[in-house]
């Protein structure tokens, strides 16, 4: 099974600014690796997948990079709406789908 | 356009079992699989298993194995997930999510049920 392990577990941050997630798996998932932003009480939400392909709707301060085993999730200017978590989700080696176990981001 | 609609809450007593179910609306159903992610309180996203309905083949994760069964019904495109002998831990959000053939990441997601394992 691959673990996906996130940091940091919560990040602090000013609306305007940078903020930038980290994902890593423990074996090389190529390039199949999503990103999810859940927000209380919803679903989760497709943000990335392919490791930096934007899903449809996302807007481009959300990027995404990486390949093997380190990924990074950038959210370029924080808008209010974007304070959420996030998680990361390996499909290159399953059973099962592993999801990371997540990232807050949070207002400063 | 693509929805996943699941319904109600259910509260179970521990050793009993549950069938959550998840209507898909919208797409081709036999173009795609369905997943279940479960999601304890205050908890990270755990998948359990997933079905392609068009051909019934099913996976499941090795921690559930024996525990959890996917089914389809193709003419109401309906997917459900049974789990048995339920326990306090069992206690969760329970989500369908849809995966594109050959794709494997989920791009739709139902509003989730919440399974509540009590005495």
């Known amino acids: 099974e691959i673990v996906m392990t996130q940091s940091p577990a919560t990040l602090s941050v000013s609306p305007g600014e940078r903020a930038t997630l980290s994902c890593r798996a423990s074996?090389?998932?190529?390039?199949?690796l999503a990103w999810y932003q859940q927000k209380p009480g919803q679903a989760p939400r497709l943000l990335i997948y392919a490791a930096s392909t934007r899903a449809t709707g996302i807007p481009v301060r959300f990027s995404g990079s990486g390949s093997g085993t380190e990924f990074t999730l950038i959210i370029s200017s924080l808008q209010s709406e974007d304070f959420a978590v996030y998680y990361c989700?390996?499909?290159?080696?399953?059973?099962?789908?592993?999801f990371g176990q997540g990232t807050k981001v949070e207002i400063k | 356009q693509v929805q996943l609609v699941q319904f109600g809450a259910e509260v179970k007593k521990p050793g009993s079992s549950v069938k959550v179910s998840c209507k898909a609306s919208g797409g081709t159903f036999s173009s795609y699989a369905i997943s279940w992610v479960r999601q304890a309180p205050g908890q990270g996203l755990e998948w359990l298993g997933g079905i392609i309905p068009v051909f019934g083949t099913t996976n499941y994760a090795e921690k559930f194995q024996g525990r959890v069964t996917i089914t389809a019904d193709k003419s109401t495109r309906t997917v459900y997930m049974e789990l048995s002998s339920l326990r306090s831990q069992d206690t969760a959000i329970y989500y369908c999510a849809r995966s594109v053939l050959e794709t494997y990441y989920f791009d739709h997601w139902g509003q989730g049920t919440l399974v509540t394992v009590s005495s």
């Open positions: 989700q390996q499909y290159n080696n399953w059973p099962p789908w592993t």
């Open positions: 074996h090389s998932v190529s390039s199949n």
